[in-house]
C-alpha cells in the first residue's frame, strides 16, 4: 500500500442538463447544507448514461459512474475512450477543478495540472510572470520557481517572448510554457489532458521524453489522456478504457489500446451501403474482423466478403491506409488486375487485397473501404473499417540498425552498382 500514490473510489460525478440549480432557493440551500455536513446530495437522481449521441428525455446524466482505481508511485497510467467518454472530467476531479457527486480521491504529493491551454495563466501578466504565478497556484515557493526559472524558459522555446503578455502568444506557445511549468517545478503528481496536440511535432515529441524521464528518471507519476495511439503506448506502461462514464477495461497498455480500436471498429456496415445491389458481408484482416497486432514481417490479407443483387460488368475495390494523423500511407486497388474489372454475376463473391511484409513501419493505421465503377463513381464506403497496430520484428530493420527506421512506408529499392 506504501507504493500506491493516487486512489479513486466509487467516484462518480452528475452533470444537470440545460440550466443550473434545483429551481427554488429553499432547495439549493438544502443541497449546499448536505455538501457542508458531508452528505450525499438529496436531489441527485438516477440520470442517464452518458451517450452524447443518443436522444434523451432525461433532466440529468453520469458522466462518471462508479469508477475505481489506484496508481503506483512513478507509474505513467493512459486514460482512453471516445469523445464525450468521461476522461476530461476524471482529470478535472482528480485534479481537484471540479467535486465529484460520489466517491473520494485519495493522494499523496502535490498535483499539477495540464488540462487545457492557457490552464492557470493570466493573459494580461508576461510569460515570465505568469510562470511565477502557475508555480505558485501549484503550491512551490518563490525561491523553488527561481531556480527552476532557466530551465523551464528553454524548455518551452519562448525565450525570445518571455516578457511579452501571454494574450499575444498563439495556442501552441501557450501550451508549451504551461506544460514546462508544470514538469520542471517536480510535482509529485502531473496530470496532462490532450491538450499537447495543440503544439507540433517537435515539441510533442520533447513533452512526452519529459514525462519519460519524470517517471522513470524521477520516480514520478504521470496520468496522460490522448487520442493519439502511438504516444500513448509509447510513454504509458497500464491504461484504462472509458466508455459512456464506466470504466470499460483495465489492464496492460497494449490490451486496453487493441479493445479501444476494437470499439471503433464495431460498426453496422450496412448503414454504409449507397447502391442496392451491392451489399458488403465482412471485412476481415488476416480471417480477424478486431483490431490486432501485426509484425512488420507479417503479410496483411484483407479479405472482403459482398454480395451482389444482380449482375455487375464493372467492380473495382479500394483500400485506403490511413496513419493516425489521418494522413493517406497507400491505396490498395484492384484496378491493376483487370482492364474491365471484375465481372460479376450475382450471388456471393470474396476478393482479397494483399499487402506485402515490410511494407509498413511502426505505428497505428486506419483502413477505409471503397468499391466504385471505372468511371469513379462510387458505391459504397465505409471509413474506419479496420484498425490495426504494425510492430517492429527486429530481425531486417530495429537489429540490423539499431534504431527504428523513419517514416511510415519501407520499400527495398532496387540497387544497380556501375563498375
Same mark, same amino acid.
Request: proline share 2%.
Given at each position: 500500500m506504501s507504493d500506491i500514490i493516487l486512489k479513486a473510489e466509487n467516484i462518480s460525478k452528475q452533470y444537470r442538463l440545460g440550466n443550473v440549480g434545483?429551481?427554488?432557493?429553499?432547495?439549493?440551500?438544502?443541497?449546499?447544507?448536505?455538501?457542508?455536513?458531508?452528505?450525499?446530495?438529496?436531489f441527485l437522481k438516477v440520470g442517464a448514461v452518458n451517450d452524447c449521441s443518443q436522444?434523451?428525455?432525461?433532466?440529468?446524466?453520469?458522466?462518471?459512474?462508479?469508477?475505481?482505481?489506484?496508481?503506483?508511485q512513478g507509474e505513467v497510467l493512459g486514460i482512453i475512450g471516445k469523445n464525450g467518454a468521461g476522461k476530461s472530467t476524471l482529470l478535472k476531479?482528480?485534479?481537484?477543478?471540479? %467535486?465529484?457527486?460520489?466517491?473520494?480521491?485519495?493522494?499523496?504529493?502535490?498535483?499539477?495540472? /495540464?488540462?487545457?491551454?492557457?490552464?492557470?495563466?493570466?493573459?494580461?501578466?508576461?510569460?515570465r510572470e505568469n510562470i511565477f504565478l502557475n508555480g505558485a497556484i501549484l503550491g512551490m515557493t518563490k525561491t523553488e520557481i527561481s531556480s527552476k526559472l532557466d530551465e523551464i524558459i528553454d524548455f518551452s522555446g519562448c525565450e525570445r517572448y518571455i516578457d511579452t503578455p501571454t494574450k499575444r502568444y498563439s495556442s501552441g506557445m501557450t501550451?508549451? /510554457? %504551461?506544460?514546462?511549468? %508544470?514538469?520542471?517545478?517536480?510535482?509529485e503528481i502531473l496530470v496532462v489532458d490532450e491538450v499537447l496536440a495543440v503544439g507540433d511535432a517537435e515539441f510533442q515529441k520533447k513533452a512526452i521524453g519529459k514525462m519519460q524521464d519524470i517517471s522513470k528518471?524521477?520516480?514520478?507519476?504521470?496520468?496522460?489522456?490522448?487520442?493519439?495511439?502511438?504516444?500513448?503506448?509509447?510513454?504509458c506502461s497500464r491504461g484504462i478504457l472509458l466508455e459512456k462514464g464506466l470504466v470499460k477495461m483495465s489492464g496492460s497498455i497494449q490490451e486496453v489500446v487493441e479493445d479501444y480500436l476494437a470499439i471503433s471498429n464495431n460498426r453496422s456496415i450496412g448503414k454504409q451501403l449507397i447502391n442496392k445491389w451491392l451489399n458488403i458481408t465482412k471485412i476481415t484482416l488476416?480471417?480477424?474482423?478486431?483490431?490486432?497486432?501485426?509484425?512488420n514481417g507479417d503479410i496483411l490479407k484483407f479479405d472482403i466478403e459482398f454480395q451482389l443483387l444482380k449482375d455487375q460488368r464493372e467492380v %473495382?475495390?479500394?483500400?485506403?491506409?490511413?496513419?493516425e494523423s489521418g494522413s493517406l500511407i497507400v491505396a490498395l486497388n484492384t484496378y491493376h488486375k483487370n482492364a474491365d474489372f471484375f465481372k460479376l454475376q450475382e450471388g456471393l463473391h470474396n476478393v482479397i487485397i494483399v499487402l506485402d511484409r515490410y511494407i509498413l513501419n511502426n505505428g497505428i493505421y486506419i483502413v477505409d473501404f471503397f468499391a466504385?465503377?471505372?468511371?469513379g463513381n462510387i458505391y459504397f464506403q465505409l471509413k474506419n473499417a479496420l484498425s490495426f497496430i504494425i510492430i517492429d520484428d527486429n530481425f531486417r530493420r530495429g537489429e540490423f540498425f539499431k534504431k527504428k527506421w523513419n517514416g511510415a512506408v519501407s520499400l527495398l529499392p532496387e540497387v544497380i552498382i556501375l563498375k
Open positions: 434545483s429551481g427554488t432557493l429553499r432547495d439549493d440551500f438544502k443541497r449546499s447544507w448536505a455538501k457542508i455536513r458531508g452528505k450525499e446530495d438529496p436522444k434523451s428525455t432525461e433532466d440529468y446524466v453520469w458522466a462518471l459512474r462508479d469508477i475505481n482505481f489506484e496508481v503506483q476531479i482528480l485534479s481537484r477543478v471540479t %467535486a465529484p457527486s460520489t466517491g473520494v480521491i485519495k493522494s499523496r504529493g502535490r498535483i499539477a495540472s /495540464l488540462l487545457e491551454v492557457g490552464t492557470g495563466f493570466n493573459h494580461e501578466l508576461t510569460g501550451v508549451r /510554457l %504551461a506544460f514546462a511549468v %508544470a514538469a520542471f517545478l517536480e510535482p528518471g524521477e520516480g514520478r507519476t504521470v496520468l496522460f489522456v490522448s487520442h493519439n495511439m502511438t504516444s500513448v503506448r509509447s510513454l488476416n480471417n480477424s474482423a478486431k483490431s490486432q497486432e501485426f509484425y %473495382a475495390f479500394c483500400l485506403c491506409i490511413y496513419d466504385n465503377d471505372f468511371e
